[in-house]
């Protein structure tokens, strides 16, 4: 059994209200142009429904896969691709979503490799 107590920080009226802001954000500034929104499974993909929903722009929607191994609770920067986009980014604007940047090697790790790609964004 755990000692520590889990409380909400936020509550779900304004957990919501800040998604709706940020998909309005996300629709002025790509405005006319369509976005590919790329989830990294498995934690994002309750988030990224909810965000898509929240845009008022074209959205293509795709996930990849990553695992990164290391000591339990630590990465030790070594990171595999499990399942990799199926539509393509190049000269195409892409937001990653991710719920849990804990070293940043997973993310950099994505980064560099949809860089490869060419998106515009």
Known sequence: M???EL???FSRER???EVARVGREISSD????E??????LKGSFLFV?????????PVVVDFVRLASYGAEMSSAGIVEMRKDLEVSIRDRDVII?????DSGYTLDYLCNK????????
């Open 7 to 9: 409380k909400p920080l």
């Open 15 to 17: 957990i919501a209200a």
């Open 35 to 40: 976005i590919v929104v790329v989830g990294v």
């Open 30 to 33: 790509y405005e006319g142009r």
């Open 49 to 57: 429904a909810d965000l898509i929903r929240a845009i008022n722009a």
């Open 2 to 4: 755990s000692d520590y």
């Open 97 to 101: 979503v991710e719920d849990i940047v």
């Open 114 to 121: 949809l860089l490869l790609q060419d998106p515009r964004s």
